[in-house]
C-alpha cells in the first residue's frame, strides 16, 4: 500500500502524542487543536475502506465539538476532503449532459456533500456513503434544472416536460409513430391543455444561435446562417391595412367630399388651389378637410 504521510504537531520536547491504528495504518493525534482526532495530512492518500473508519472517529469526535473551534473546522474539513470521492461519483453520473461544467458540477455536488456531514448522524447506523449521495445528486440535479433551460420556466412544466419525454418513448414504441396530443393526455392522466402548454415550454429547453448555418444550406459558402432566413415586419403592411379599413368609409362619403380627398392626398394640391377649383376660399376649404379627416379618424378608430 502507498505509504501514508503522518505529521505530529507540537513544540520539541512535547508529550509524546497519542497514535490510531485504523486498518492498516496508524495516525498519529496533533499535539494541539484537535483533541484526541488523528492528523492526516493528505486526505487523497486515505484507502476508502480507511476513510470509513476514519469518517466514523470523525462523525463521532464532531458531536462533541463546539461550532466554530479550530478543532470543530479541523473535523469539518477533514470529512469534507476525505469523502470528496462520493462527489466525483456522483458527477460522472452527468458526464453524458456535455458542456464544460464540470468543475461547476464537482463545486455544486460539494455543497450537497457539506450539507450531508452537517446532518449526519451516527446513531442512525447507516453508512455515510448511503446518506451523503442522494443529497450530492439532489443539488447537481438542482444545478442543472437552474441553469440548463435556455429559458426559464416554472418547476412543474419542467418537471412535465421529463414526463412527456418518457411517454412520447413508450407510446412511440408501442403506436410505431409519433404519439398525437390526445394520446399523451390519456396516458398522463391530464388535460390536453396542459399536454399542449407541456410541448410549447419545453422548446425553451435548449436554445441555438442565429449565427448557425442553416440545415437546408450547402456545404461551403452557399450556407445561410438562420437570421438570414428570419423574416421582418414588412413596414408598408401597415399602410396597406389603413388603406383596407379606410376603403367604406371613403364609400360614406358624398361625390364632392371624395373630390377634396383626392386632391389634397392623391394629387397632393393646395389648399388654394382646391379652393380655386371648387370656386370657394381656402379658408373654407380648411375647414372641410378638417371636417372630413376628422370623420375617417372617428371612423378608424371604432373599425380598430
Known sequence: MTAMSVRTTGATGAATPTHHQVGT???????????????????????????????????DELRTLDEGTPEYQYARN????????????????????????GEDIIQ?????????????????EVEFATFAVPYIVGEIKRFFRDTTWAVHVPRRLQELRVDLAKAKEQLAAELDRDPT????AAHLDLP?????????AANGYSAGSLDTPSADGESGQDQRAYADLLGETDPGMETVENLHALAPLLEKLDDRERKIVQMRFGQEMT???????????????SRLLNRIVQRLRTGMCVEA
Open 25 to 59: 495504518r496508524t495516525y498519529a493525534s496533533t499535539a494541539a487543536g484537535t483533541g484526541t482526532l488523528p492528523w492526516i495530512e493528505d486526505t487523497g492518500k486515505v484507502a476508502p475502506q480507511d476513510a470509513r473508519a476514519l469518517s466514523r472517529m470523525f462523525f
Open 181 to 184: 396530443v390526445a394520446e399523451l
Open 271 to 285: 389648399q388654394s388651389q382646391i379652393g380655386e377649383r371648387l370656386g370657394v376660399s381656402q379658408m373654407h376649404v
Open 78 to 101: 477533514t470529512l469534507i476532503e476525505m469523502n470528496i470521492s462520493l462527489v466525483r461519483y456522483a458527477a460522472s453520473r452527468f458526464r453524458n449532459r456535455g458542456g464544460d461544467d
Open 108 to 124: 455544486v455536488g460539494t455543497i450537497g456533500l457539506i450539507k450531508a456531514i452537517d446532518r449526519f448522524d451516527l446513531s442512525r
Open 192 to 200: 390536453e391543455e396542459e399536454i399542449i402548454e407541456g410541448l410549447v
